[in-house]
């Protein structure tokens, strides 16, 4: 929705759109403080009707995005954890929460979090605990829902990138939460944005994810939505290909989960179909799940879940052991029709067991 006609709407609204940016937005005074949460509750509850709470949350959302990009780090910082007592305000507000994201999800501009940076050592006692490292061991105990953001991964020394923007959506997500990540790809060719976590990874652990694809590609040479890469060497540019979970056509024009596996028989990309071959739904959310066990001899093996059914599994594999992996979560879609595209990822994971989950309705 163009600026313009958010100051229309502002100018009759109960609640000053003027007084929202200036006093939680933090163009004066310190947004971002302990205040700050209960600034944001007291805004949207003073608002006594749907126009009003679509001002302020229109007008407190272009706060965030008009500057985002051109601001100082320290500001940009600033304005993150406005965000995110923002976040914690409406998880207060309790059943008047749900009546004001869809308001905000309808607002025009998407926050992008491109250019996001996560807060030095947030909750730790008295910032002292070690920085991580990308060669730390992971855990098969973490998960993200990007109610943070991308700081959950940040947090851990993982990162995320794209060849073009990857951002935060208030809808679609997941219910639970009130945030997903978004991952475009824009003309074609080799294109991705995706997040990664690295480190020295467990044995054997359960790998999640939700996907929410809103309308299918026609057509693409590679549509991956995981890859693992990984050996010896944690600081080779690009590490050697181990596995993929990857999108494939079906004849009917359709899609279907599979694994490429780059360690296959005679050292050839070897790739796994299930025999049912299940689609993935269009328009809702399904969710994505590897068990991986990780071994340089051939007692490796794979499995792969969708909406908690098991698709397919290979055992007696040769894996893999090596000391550093890289686990990338996202889109990359090359040669694609059309060349532009979006999906929606949440709640990633790596646990120690098969989660108990099914399709969402």
């Known amino acids: ?20 940016c200036r006093d939680v937005c933090g163009k004066s005074g310190p947004a971002g403080t302990a205040n700050a949460e209960a600034q944001w509750a007291a805004l949207v509850t003073d608002a006594t009707d749907k ?28 304005r993150q ?17 749900v009546l004001t994201l869809p308001l905000l999800a309808a ?35 973490w998960s993200t829902s990007f109610e943070d953001g991308f700081c959950d991964y940040a947090n851990v ?49 359960y ?24 050996s010896d060497d944690p600081n080779l540019r690009v590490q050697p290909s181990l596995w993929d ?15 490429r596996d780059y360690l296959g028989p005679q050292g050839e990309d070897t790739i796994y179909l299930g025999h049912d071959h299940k ?16 071994a340089a001899d051939s007692t490796g093996k794979i499995a792969l879940y969708q909406d908690g059914v098991l698709l397919l599994e290979q055992t007696n594999l040769k894996s893999d052991a090596s000391k550093f992996t890289e686990w990338f979560v996202g889109d990359w879609a090359e040669n694609a029709t059309p060349p532009d595209s979006s999906l929606y990822v949440d709640d990633v994971s790596i646990g120690r067991s098969l989660s108990s989950t099914s399709a969402t309705p």
């Open 81 to 97: 954890r406005a965000f995110v007592a923002f976040r914690r305000a409406l998880t207060r507000l309790g059943s008047m929460s």
């Open 51 to 78: 126009e009003s709470q679509f001002s302020v949350l229109c007008y407190l959302r272009e706060c965030f995005v008009g500057s985002w990009v051109s601001q100082s780090a320290e500001r940009k910082n600033e």
């Open 207 to 230: 790998y999640g994810s939700w996907y929410f694809i809103s309308q299918p590609l026609q057509a693409a040479k590679n549509w991956n939505l995981w890859h693992f890469g990984g």
């Open 279 to 294: 689609p993935v739904p269009i328009g809702s959310w399904f969710h994505i799940e590897a068990f991986l066990k990780r």
């Open 107 to 141: 607002c025009a501009p998407k926050l992008n979090a491109g250019e996001w940076q996560c807060p030095a050592d947030e909750g730790s006692a008295g910032g002292t605990e070690k920085t991580p490292v990308k060669t730390d061991p992971v855990t098969a105990s």
């Open 1 to 20: 929705m163009p600026g313009e006609y958010l100051g229309k709407i502002a100018a009759s609204s109960e609640v000053s759109a003027e007084r929202s």
């Open 245 to 259: 979970v990857t999108l494939f056509g079906t004849p009917n024009g359709e899609w279907e989960l599979g694994v």
């Open 157 to 205: 020394a993982g990162y995320c990138y794209g060849d073009d923007p990857y951002l935060f959506v208030t809808e679609p997500h997941r219910p639970g939460g009130k945030l997903a990540a978004e991952f475009k790809v824009v003309g074609g060719g080799w294109n991705q944005t995706r997040c990664v976590r690295q480190g020295s990874f467990p044995e054997s652990a």
